[in-house]
């Protein structure tokens, strides 16, 4: 039987790791180095699917976590599929609930058959495993899907990240043999470790063993800091197969995205843009705004004079900090969708770098090569945008 998703490797930097492909899948193809918004629970907030295609998002991803507790995959499936009730007609990845398990979670008892927490939602007690992931994940419909892993804290000591490898491994090889749906859905394996390079080569080298049709490298937002994110980077995406997609979850500051597609990663996903958005930060080339500022209540300009985005074109930042203050639900949609729409632009323009065999260049010079924590910018706030994962 044929993969349901394969990569096609179009061209190589010539001095760095970093490469330009395309990603096949059921539902179509996106391009990469590609960064995929983020739909937690079935919307990407506050933007419609026209406005993520215009941004030039084409691939998404929905969270099994939230989709589970509510409105639950049995009755995603019941509406069609994640394709259907999302209408996004275009490739989807859901993550497996694990990270948001182990991290948002009143997590009861961890134990090989699985993980038994309370709902955030509702108190309820749940039980999610291999077999309950894929199940849902099956239900769901996306076009890639992950397997069940366990993602402990990027400083958690040594026996807890053997322990937690030992467990993705054993729940890897339970996902395959439960995976219904291996003709239109491509299941990832997940490579952990933490910061320790030799659990992360032995997760790959097994992993790989298995014949996944793309790899993940998960474990890399949760804390461990820059240093030991590009280490792990260096280190193991170049064991992973080269004609397959790399994914690295949950990462998104665009320092962290160019230092990861300088050596060989093709796939991101973050809730930056959007949570940022809500939240009024505004990121442009050289930093972000903090748009309720003050000093932006009668600015005429636009976020970001070169945007070609809807809100850059339409609206001023005056009127988008009165939005906010209003409290008016048009503030956080229009940064929102600027944000995206930055982000789309970072790839593309990254995509293009690489294809002119000029990236090295584009990390020496673009000024968003180096938007890291904290995303200094006109503003000259002591705050920072906050982070997460999706």
Known sequence: MPEAVTYQLICQDPS???RRGCVY??????????????????????LLPKDLRDCGAECILGNTYH???RPGSETVADLGDLHRFMAWPGPILTDSGGFQVFSLADINTITDDGVSFKSHVDGATHLLNPQQSIRIQNELGADIIMCFDQCPPGQAPLEIQLQALERTLRWAEACINYHQRPGDQGLFGIVQGGAHLDLRARCAETLIRMGFPGYALGGLAVGEGFEAMKSVLENITPLLPVDKPRYLMGVGFPRDIVEAVRCGVDMFDCVMPTRNGRNAYAFTRHGAIRIRNAQYARDPRPIEEDCDCYTCRTFSRGAIRHYFFASEMLGPILVSLHNTRFYQRL???IRASIESGTFARFVAEDP????GPRLTGEDNSKSHPETGTG
Do not use: E
């Open 347 to 349: 790839m593309s323009d």
């Open 67 to 69: 989709l589970m507790l």
């Open 368 to 371: 968003r090569s180096r938007l």
């Open 25 to 46: 899948t059921p539902h179509g193809s996106f391009q990469t180095p590609a960064f995929m918004p983020v739909g937690t629970q079935g919307t990407v907030k506050g």
């Open 16 to 18: 760095t790791a970093a």
